[in-house]
């Protein structure tokens, strides 16, 4: 048996790794054997609406299959999709398609190995604790939301206490919470712990109380056991893909755990990290939370699927995937366009290619990935390949800079992403009325806590399928508005909602 | 690899076993070889609070241990405990203590494989369709309560849709719900997506609807994958255990799922099950539930567990050890009566064994297991041995029939348990005000399902500290007064309150 294998354990269908402990043990074992993985983001244009993917599951599994079969050892991690969202059936699965699938779609689509439901078990037990601690007279209010796995429109706004206390409450979806933030975001058990505690579970006498005042953190990372350990699965052609944590950029960060892309990345050469909804939400989010804030990898490149339809039919809308484009490519990334034909569309290909022709991209990838899987992208490969070997870890990255932004202002902040992610500039962020209120109290709940707002990460929270008040405006009339902010302190983040936001990350059935 | 480990998966540091798939193939391999197991109920005195457990577990591993240490082929089914309990640390573990422990009670206690989280997610995931069905216009009202893992006293009742529709509900403990009920008796999935079609989602125009009417069966089977498939874990002194649903026998049917008895029992000679709490909740419901109406194994022996502080501290209380002894051996059940002893109390053994001859009781065993595990009952089993090796299963079985009483009247059937197992003549069993309007919409409910509530199986539901609405009055003056009715068409069950019971099954974090 390897090291590596130690780290293992069989867990019905697929394999569960111990990332902490294995990642820990190369730490401390600098001549230990291990790989030097780059990383690939697959992320897409801005979906037409939230509940039509472009394919980018499709898309990594036929990516590394097509790499695999010439010779390159490439991973995937995909982020757990949301089971309730799946199996209310408001989505197709989230484990790619036809032949680009998953040996076991079903596990992933519903439940995997209970991962998703012990973080929901662990933050309701939060909450439980803190209202024994109303009960107890140590809590005036609780902060911390209940979360739900199923998809319920009615839970966004409750009153718990019927008929006694009629105490409002909010319940948000599971993935989006912020333990699920903690997990996804941290490097050992002990840290999940750490910011656990510094997690606010409400207030008393006007002032913020942290969960390490008042609970046994052993008992919430007891419920974690098993829930940060990766799953492993593979594609139908044997290749391997790493499933953990994370989905919904759109409403919290939607980067699967950092441990499970460093895992991926110490035994493959290129780890293909799926990074949705589009560009200006899974890959801004990669780049400018998990790689600018927490240490995770700049990638080597990107892959960036659209569909034929999305990108042209609606003309008001064709600047969305240029625009995605050019902001990868200005960053430093090798962004290979990449699109994913629907049946009837094969005679479509060389209008696309003049298309991105025209455009100035590099030359597409091209291909029916749900019928022909990584067949189909096999010999579209060579320049992609040639990008990544020629990627030095070194080389310049383009116009921005690597250096955080913690102590940036965090409107500033924003106004930054907006511009950058979104092409809207400063002058047209708009501040809707009561965000500046929401603002000076998240300054003033940081400055209670010993913190100060500016150091938090900040996190867009926005719809899946824009990026500005109206997407479809002249250019130079689109605007961003402000809503609200949130503060999760011990994920050490600050979300702020963009207008076409939720109010409560809880989506109904449709 | 043998037949039955063809069924087998490691499921990290457990086993889960297909048992619907393994016992169809012994079903339809009549000649395959198989044991033909013993059940012995592992039940106790009625504890004096529901947070002081005997040491059923504990006994229940022991017993196994020292079963084996002769000889014996024994192995235990234990229900999952709730593992939101468990956390909250509102008892303590639900796998054993001290010698007499699991090898990872740490897995059996904190979630398992995600079990009960896949019956949660499945039970809400029906509510949040039957909102959509009401949104859709095909139902007016929801009748199916949410479910929490978390205990969370505020939310027995509340409102959703706050501020806008403020939609009464209310949210039960996972263990206690109408799927969880379902899981646990049915022998294939077939039966569980059958009985699921006939769960009661709500009404329409007056008109109860059921979940066959409108949802999709496969989404909830889907979620229920590997849920229904017992865990096998293993004692400390490496005898098997299996773990399968179905914790509180007090407001619900507290049973472990049939198949993981039938499963022990194709495996194994002797199958001691854990039915708990006491005599009156977790044994009442095997023998009136299980065994008499679902074809479940009529047991061979009964062990009743007690502490030496809770048979004789109370004297007002003391009544009721005896009371659960004599009737299991009424109903023809060798009754063997069990001490554990807690430190200090070595010194009690003969006063002990005293007073259980002046009751007429058998020899009674007597040990301190969490000390001394299965070592302290070894020596003692000769005679129970014994009695499970004369016990023929086609031997007389006491003074009660086994037939069905599938047909009684509702009432005449829990006066018939309240006489059987609580001690009280149906001359003492008081009518609360409303409890005769909750009937007549149960019988009205049944009959537009085209049932007969008199069809359905009775459930009391109850305080697991008491029987009757003052257990420290004088035999004659003891009374049981019923609160109201609740069917779970889909379970084929009627569950009747009693005065001491939660009207919601959803404690509280004590």
Redesign the interface.
Known sequence: MTTYESYV?????VK?IDAFAYLSYLHDHPQEPRKHGKVVLVTADTPLKASRGEGKTTTTIALIDALRARGVDAAAVLRQPS??IT???SKGGASGGGKASLTHP?LID??L??EM??I??AQ??L???A??AV?DGRLDTIAVPRV????????R????????????ERTVLTPTCELMQIVVLSRSMEEIAQRVSEMVAGSFEGKPVVFGDFI?LW?IT??L??AVKPALTETKQGSPVYVHCGPFANVSIGIPSLVSVELACALHDVVVVEAGYGTDAGAQKWLDIAAREFGAQWPAAAVVVTRATTWRDDPKLSWRYPFHINRLERLGLAAFPLVNLWEGEDDQVGQLRQQAADLGFRTPIIGNLFRDGGDALAEQLDAFIEALEQHDDASVRGDESLDSHRGMDTVDDIKWIIRSAYGVPAGRVLLREGFEQSLGNARELCASLGKDLDDMVVVAVKSPATMTDDDSAAEQDRSVTLKKVEVHAGAGLVQVNLTSSLTTPMP??V
Chains 1, 2 share one sequence.
């Open positions: 354990t069989q867990y019905g269908q569960k089971m309730g199996a209310a059936g079903e519903w439940g190995c209970g439901a012990a929901a078990a309701n037990l909450v439980a604790f209202e024994k009960d739900s796995e199923t998809p319920s429109r009615s839970l706004q409750i009153a718990v206490d019927r008929g006694k206390g009629d105490v409002p046994d008992r007891n419920i056991g098993d109904k059935i």
